[in-house]
Structures are given as C-alpha cells and as structure tokens.
C-alpha cells in the first residue's frame, strides 16, 4: 500500500482552505455559551465537559458512553492533538464506556483514561468495580447524573406536548452510587455544583487509582444544537440561525423549504438548566 501510495502521479488534494472554514464556524457557534458558567445549582453538563476538556493532558484517553451525555460531550469537548477521544456512536449501548475504558486502560496503562457515562448507563454493569480492584485499572469515571434518563426525557418533552413516561423521575431513579462505589473501596467524588467544579476535577484527574465522580445535574436539559423534524436537513439545526445568516454560510444553495423551518410543539418555559 505504501509503495502504492509513493507512485501517485498525483498529489493529495489540499483541504487546509475547507479545515479553517469548518474551524471558524466552531469558534463562532460554539454551543458553550458563556451563561451556562453562571448556573448557581448543580453542574450545567456543558460547562462540565468544556471544564474537563481543558483540564485533560495532551495524551490521555476519553471514552464516551452514549445517550444525552455523548451529545454533550460531542458538543462542548474539544480533543487536543495527541488524545484519544473513543465513542461508539454508531450502536450507542448503554454502559459502553465503562468497559471501552477498562479496554483502553489495559492498552495503555501509562496514560490517564477518563470514563463519562451517565446516571443510566453507569446501572448497567457496576459490579465491573470489582474488576478495577482485580487488575488495578486506574480509570477516572465521572457520572453525569440528571437522575432521569434524560435523551429520551428530552425528546418526549419536545415531541408528546410535555407528557413524559417511564424515564424519571416517573418510573425511574438511579441510587447512590457513591455508597455503592465505596462498598468496594474505591475512591469518591461528588460534584455538586460549580463553585467547586474545577478543584474537584483535579482531586479526580491528579488521584494514583481508580475514582468515581458523582456529578449532580438538574434533570432536564437542551441538547443544542440539534436535527428538528423529518424536512430539516442535517445543516440547518435548532435552534434556527436567521435565515440571511444560514443562507450566508451556505456553500450550496439550502434544500426546499429553507425560509420556514419546523419548530418543537413545546417550548419549554421553566428550563432548570438556566440561571
């Protein structure tokens, strides 16, 4: 393959220009928006995930599990050259995490791991603790906890006129799962809200062993920016930018309909996530 390679007549195309395009629209819709820093109670998951990303090292090792928590951590963290950033976005299994970073820490013992994983995912296979103690697995587990499960929670808000079954705090609650981490001698950490956010992140990332971080979030959220409806193409998400400004980023002309986009039947009014 790589003689292969060496006899091209032709030179690889040059996307540096298509590179800095795609970067300036991160640096100027970056869905962290400065007022998620000011909640006062509990953790605003975005700030969470930006604040992690800045405190990560240039080579350690971020697993992602799956639901409302991997939206946010595709949204508000930024990989570094160097890191690893794992998710298995095409099956999207709760509870992947927890073992992609028990298989990330056997692969590469030197690095640092980090596990996210939510509330319902980290209910899926906690007796895997035990695994930790029995071969020293030293992975950092932070637990995104809106105590719901909250993608489906989302998406029945915004689809069912607010009606919402079986996903919290109706016909769900998580446990303690510091009690139950400690029951094996693991290290905890809780979370709960962000004055003490970034010494709390460090306490996590700077421990020699395993760790368990309980981070405390309100239970209903926005996961934004987002796809709305079946006609609104992957481009143009909610919340909706004016139409001349969506239609100034435009490299091809927008799809049919493009004027008038759908809307969620329900807006919430008392969204907890905000200041």
Known sequence: LLIALD?????????????????????????VRPEFFAQRERVHP?????????KMGATDILVGDCGGNIVVSNH???TKYGQRNLTNNGNSPMGFSFAGAMGAWFA???????????????NMNPQELQTFINYGVKVKTFILNNHIYGITKAYQETNFQGRAEACGPKGYNPPDFLKIVQAYGIKTVAIRNHAEMDAKIEEVLQFDGP???????????TYEPRIFGWKTP????????????FRANMVIEPAEGWMNPEYPDVVRRNDRSQP
Do not use: N
């Open 7 to 31: 006899r091209r007549s032709k030179p690889l195309p040059d996307y540096s220009g298509w590179t800095e395009r795609v970067m300036e629209w991160k640096r100027q819709y970056d869905p």
């Open 234 to 245: 992957i481009e143009d998400m909610y919340p909706y930018l004016p139409r001349e400004e």
């Open 46 to 54: 975005y700030a969470f995930m930006r604040r992690l990303s800045e």
């Open 108 to 122: 590469a013992p030197s690095r640092q791991v980090v596990c996210t994983i939510g509330d319902g995912g980290f």
């Open 76 to 78: 508000a963290f930024e």
């Open 211 to 221: 760790v368990v971080c309980d981070v405390d979030m309100h239970e209903f959220h």
